[in-house]
């Protein structure tokens, strides 16, 4: 199958992988030449990694690389598409746009996924001119080791599109769930919640960073702290979730903690900007955030 997946940051290198390794032809595609070129050379450690644990065959790695293209032109890079995947940024307004530009430019029948967290996937559609073929692939962070894709129906798609889509994540490996289209879906709507719980309780000063990670591990048999899940997913991406389900729901309880809006705002990121909660280097972590923030330490 042809598939374009459309942004090549942490989400978009990893589908990109998985589809390559299952036998799919993809173009990866991003507005920044240097996203592609970071997302083949995380994509090339990945497999490489499978190779040294014996799960993947060098010339199974190899074959996998041949099959991704780049291209920083979404007109182009769908042209040929039998599925696209878009992983650009969350924000809705941008989603938007790419998805009129896709609309415009895929052939008829190709289906159009999204991979986003929390947005609508029915106000992605009605953008569209073919809103029965638009429908939500979910995949969870890193996409090469999680088993999971929820697979999100829009008002209008179709029972055929569903199918397809669900066939096509059992055919790579994973495991798809089906649900419908309220915001944060399944996932997000319980995830979210619990981390926005977590940076308000590092806020008010009940605990730091270590002792709520290690409450939540050791406690509740979470392999990873919600404040390192956190920084793992992209405090931006959190806040934009969380902000979703504010607005979609009109409840206070969605509302972001202060304190993941300041750091939004500073720049701190998480993994990828090399600091969020914990600070890192090479891919060690060590606790950041100074007590300062806290308002009741
Ligand atoms: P990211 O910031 O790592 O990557 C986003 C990429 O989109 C960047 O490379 C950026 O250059 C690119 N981009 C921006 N505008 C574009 C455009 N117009 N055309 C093409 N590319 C464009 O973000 P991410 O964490 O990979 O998240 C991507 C999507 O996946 C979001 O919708 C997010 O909610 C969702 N998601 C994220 C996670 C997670 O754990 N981070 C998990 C599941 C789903």
Known sequence: MNISVIGAGQMGNGIAHVFAQGGHQVTLIDIAQASLDKAIATIAKNLDR?????TLTAAGKDAALMRITTSTSTADGVKDAELVVEAATENVELKLKIFKEIDAHAPAGCILATNTSS???TKIAAATARPAQVIGMHFMNPVPVMKLVEVIRGYNTTDAVTKAVMDLGRAIGKVPVEVHDYAGFVANRILMPMINEAIETLFQGVGGVEEIDTVMKLGMAHPMGPLQLADFIGLDTCLAILRVLHDGFGQPKYAPCPLLVQMVTAGKL??????GFYSYTAGSKESKVA?????AS
Do not use: D, L, R, Y
């Open 270 to 275: 998480g993994v990828k900007s090399g600091e």
């Open 50 to 54: 499978q190779v040294a644990k014996g």
């Open 119 to 121: 947005i609508s996937i």
């Open 291 to 295: 007590p300062a923030f806290a308002v």
